[in-house]
């Protein structure tokens, strides 16, 4: 499972009430995506909350691909997100108290941690499959990448 169906809309009920529709609890499922996309009933949401919405719409559903939202994009870039936010010295809590103020958004720290661990252990294989091939280049980006994560 991916560490995107592990994110969930925090006050996801006060948020649905304000909207007058029900939006599931995971912020990448499809009629959370619909409502964030197309933006219908955000003027109902209170302006602290509208802004984060908004923030994270412009941040992570921002593309030019023809299937946007369902084009795997947003995903990409919310992991992008975990990682540069891991990459910048903070643990698995500290990542979800940022994830939360940026985007109302929360996850469980194991989580977090486990996909971090899995980034790291999908970096030792890359620089092991680069040594064998003889690419040094690509080596040294994964043990750097990796250095970043771990540490």
């Known amino acids: ?10 006050n996801h009920r006060q948020l649905s009430s304000q909207l007058e529709t029900h939006i599931p609890k995971g912020a990448f499922k499809g009629a959370t995506m619909d409502v964030l996309f197309t933006g219908e009933g955000l003027e109902k949401l209170d302006e602290a909350t509208r802004d984060r919405v908004l923030d994270f719409a412009e941040d992570f559903l921002d593309c030019d691909c023809d299937n946007n939202p369902y084009c795997g994009c947003p995903e990409r870039k919310f992991m992008r997100y975990l990682l540069e936010l891991r ?16 985007y ?12 971090l661990d899995n980034g790291v252990r999908t970096l030792e294989a ?12 690509a080596r040294e980006q994964a043990r750097d990448t990796k250095r970043e994560l771990s540490g």
């Open 1 to 10: 499972m991916a560490i995107t169906d592990k994110i969930y809309v925090k």
């Open 87 to 102: 990459a910048q010295g903070l643990g698995p809590d500290a990542i979800v108290d940022v994830m939360s103020d940026d």
């Open 104 to 115: 109302m958004l929360y996850a469980y720290p194991g989580d977090v941690l486990s996909f």
């Open 126 to 137: 890359v620089e092991e499959l680069a040594a064998v091939e003889g690419d040094d280049e």
